[in-house]
């Protein structure tokens, strides 16, 4: 097959928010204990934290964390998880029927994340609770000292207040599953308010309202009009969720449901202007896609484990094993959030350790990193700086969920202050080579400076505990500027990073 790609660097769709690679991570099977945290593992610090999974966790470079839900948080008592250890209430979690010890708090996870350099995005529970205890929460978290809860912070041993910036109205509030679940109007306007006074407090804060949980609920994407005409003006990111599957073994048609993905921020994009229109408000609202993954494998087993068990601690939940078509699937993923910057500004991969995750922590044994890893890694390190607004010209296919799907998937960025292109790219089709030209058309003296690759594996081959390096990238070959175009061959599904230095 032939492929022509239009790189041109005044062709741009705009300045990629870093915060599009964040993560999320959830008080949930084994994300935080037996995740990030196994005091008495032989890699754990004093305070229990895993070095090891803290060392792949750092290497992904991530520039935010949703926490401490997810489902979790609709239920959650902020207040259990801090003060002395040993004092702290054993509760059940009503959402995954499961025991929660509050070992772990506010306090515990923002050492976590200052030791990951990571910036915490924190979830209020609009479910069970309300607008008061989230700003005793936002006191407790942001205020120097002098009043109650930040004070009782300081003698927590917490002197200087964390400032957080980035504030969750709740999680997937449209869901029926969801504890405290409620009609669009009334979440919209307990949202509104939770913002207003958290923007009260603090005009620099940024709020998340929920949108749909993903969508296919009956209620999308009429739950965004109706939630967003409540708080439009309060708000700065509406969220959206979607996991994938390839439950029938199809697939051309599962890297179709990128497609989808595309049509669903398009909708919500809609559904923001519209809502900005009819108020005729000034700020713009963006997108915040703040759950994403591969989500099928452990899906059936699971549900019919939290059933049956009897409220567990830290049970293994959701504990995906990936292989290299959800790779994949994930490298084209995230060239579509690259090409949709303009309007989703923050993305974070649900989750980040043990659940749904790219990083696996054996307990009491080693962590290694699964197949989804790589592309996520080299999204966040080299997707940074200004999105390109590539033209793609090669074959299509039509499949269950979208028509004229690409064979080729590219995404690019130029990093102005290092003057690197970057070309993230992945040959779909399933068994012909893609005969690369790729124009650069303003980018003067292109030098190939890296290419990396994940080619020849098995799709359903992944990594494991015993075998954790089955399926990792390489260098790439066959790749080469010519005359001022990168020109070559890329074999069947496969993924390439191509960087580029330009001037
Ligand atoms: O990430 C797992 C769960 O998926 C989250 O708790 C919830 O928000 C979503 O339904």
């Not at 309060?234 to 990128?258: E, P, Q």
């Not at 504990?319 to 078509?325: A, M």
């Amino acid at each position: 097959m032939k492929a022509r790609v239009s790189v041109h660097r005044d062709f741009q769709i705009g300045s990629i928010d870093d915060r599009l690679y964040s993560a999320f991570i959830e008080h949930m099977g084994r994300a935080i204990y037996g995740g990030i945290y196994e005091p008495g593992h032989p890699q754990a610090d004093e305070d229990g934290f895993r070095q090891d999974v803290l060392q792949f966790v750092q290497d992904l470079k991530i520039p935010a964390i949703r926490y401490p839900g997810g489902n979790f948080v609709s239920a959650y008592n902020w207040e259990d998880g801090i003060g002395p250890k040993d004092q702290r209430p054993v509760r059940l979690d009503l959402a995954w029927r499961t025991k929660e010890t509050n070992q772990v708090g506010i306090n515990e996870f923002a050492r976590w994340s200052e030791m990951a350099g990571i910036e915490m995005m924190l979830a209020v529970n609009l479910g069970s609770r309300g607008l008061d205890e989230a700003r005793n929460f936002l006191e407790y978290t942001n205020f120097p000292g002098g009043t109650t809860w930040s004070d009782l912070r300081r003698s927590h041993g917490v002197e200087n207040p964390y400032d957080v910036k980035m504030w969750c109205l709740g999680n997937e509030m449209d869901g029926p599953w969801q504890i405290g679940h409620k009609k669009a109007v009334e979440y919209g306007r307990l949202a509104n308010e939770t913002a207003k006074a958290f923007k009260g407090f603090d005009r620099s804060i940024e709020t998340v309202v929920c949108g749909s949980s993903n969508d296919g609920m009956p209620s999308y994407p009429e739950w965004e009009r109706q939630v967003l005409e409540e708080c439009y003006e309060n708000v700065d990111y509406i969220s959206l969720h979607k996991y994938f599957g390839n439950r029938s073994r199809d697939t051309l048609n599962f890297f179709g449901k990128v497609e989808e993905t595309g049509r669903y921020i398009q909708t919500i994009a809609g559904a923001i202007d519209y809502v900005k229109a009819k108020k005729r408000a000034k700020n713009d609202v963006f997108i915040c896609f703040d759950e994403w993954n591969v989500w099928y494998h452990e899906r059936e087993e699971d549900g019919r484990r939290i059933r049956e068990w009897d409220w567990p601690e830290a049970p293994a939940l959701l504990e995906e094993t990936y292989n290299f078509e959800d790779a994949l699937f994930v490298a084209c993923l995230l060239n579509e959030f690259i090409r949709r910057s303009d309007r989703v500004r923050i993305a974070c991969i649900a989750q980040l350790v043990n659940v749904i995750a790219p990083i696996r922590a054996e307990k009491g044994g080693p962590a290694w990193r699964q197949t989804i890893y790589y592309p996520y890694q080299f999204a966040s390190l080299y997707g940074r700086g200004t999105a390109l607004n590539v033209g793609v010209d090669a074959p299509t296919y039509d499949c269950r969920v979208a028509d004229d799907v690409k064979y080729l998937d590219v995404a690019g960025v130029h990093d102005p202050g290092t003057d690197i292109v970057t070309l993230f790219m992945v040959n779909r089709h399933l068994d012909e080579a893609a005969e690369l030209d790729v124009s650069l058309t303003g980018f003067a003296g292109a030098r190939l400076i890296e290419h990396l690759s994940m080619e020849g594996h098995e799709l359903l081959v992944g990594n494991s505990g015993a075998d954790p390096d089955r399926v990792v990238p390489g260098k790439g070959d066959g790749l080469g500027v010519e005359d001022g175009a990168l020109k070559g061959s890329i074999s069947p599904l496969s993924y390439h990073v191509v960087r580029l230095s330009v001037t």
